[in-house]
């Protein structure tokens, strides 16, 4: 398979995911915009109840995990999987998925901020983050990017025991992005399972997509 046939193949599936995603994102908003303020007492009390676990130790723990779900981690590992898969494994399929998920997840999230213009919360714990608040683009790439691994090891790895194990630290891995978003205070808790619910669907959609199109093509 030569480079225009995976433009060509990334193309495809870039455009096809939005297309079957758009419905989602209008009723996304319809029913989400108009009443965003009725989840900030919500949100606020979580805020609260999380306070008493803050202490320095657990502040660089967080620091850590959120880290993970940064783009100056996420671009390296995902650069590093896209030449893994193409150059040493010779899996192309694998590597269109990670391209196109990664930057198709990445346009989603920056559309769906400007969309909403919500804003993020007044008093950080350690640093105010950029941006719009909702959704949380560290859940959503937390999502797209460590789910699609996880479709990778359900794929690539025999092993069911290692498999599932792998399965489930990188689920908690998820979710650990998610709390530290919330714990720092730079994102609503709202914002968090909103990214999480967005990304799922936008995994699930681009793969299915993909999947279709690579049957279309060996068939």
Do not use: C
Request: net charge positive; proline share 3%; aromatic share 14%.
């Amino acid at each position: 398979m030569n480079f225009w046939e995976i433009a060509l193949l990334i193309i495809a599936e870039v455009l096809l995911s939005l297309l079957l995603f758009s419905a989602a994102i209008a009723i996304l908003i319809f029913l989400v915009r108009r009443s965003m303020r009725k989840y900030k007492p919500v949100d606020i009390a979580i805020f609260e109840k999380i306070r008493p676990s803050i202490n320095p130790a657990r502040n660089k723990i967080m620091l850590f995990i959120t880290f993970l779900g940064k783009h100056q981690f996420l671009i390296p590992a995902n650069l590093f999987l896209i030449f893994y898969f193409l150059l040493i494994t010779k899996q192309t399929w694998f590597s269109i998925r990670i391209v196109t998920i990664a930057l198709s997840s990445l346009v989603l999230m920056f559309l769906l901020k400007h969309l909403f213009q919500r804003r993020r919360p007044l008093s950080p714990l350690l640093k105010a983050a950029r941006g719009l608040s909702f959704p949380s683009g560290h859940a959503i790439m937390a999502v797209t990017f460590y789910g699609l691994l996880i479709y990778i090891v359900q794929h690539t790895i025999r092993l069911d025991g290692i498999k599932y194990l792998v399965t489930a630290l990188l689920v908690l891995l998820i979710a650990s992005i998610g709390y530290t978003r919330v714990y720092l205070r730079v994102h609503y808790a709202s914002d968090v399972a909103a990214g999480f619910i967005i990304g799922f669907l936008w995994l699930i959609i681009s793969l299915s997509v993909l999947k279709g199109i690579e049957n279309y093509i060996a068939s």
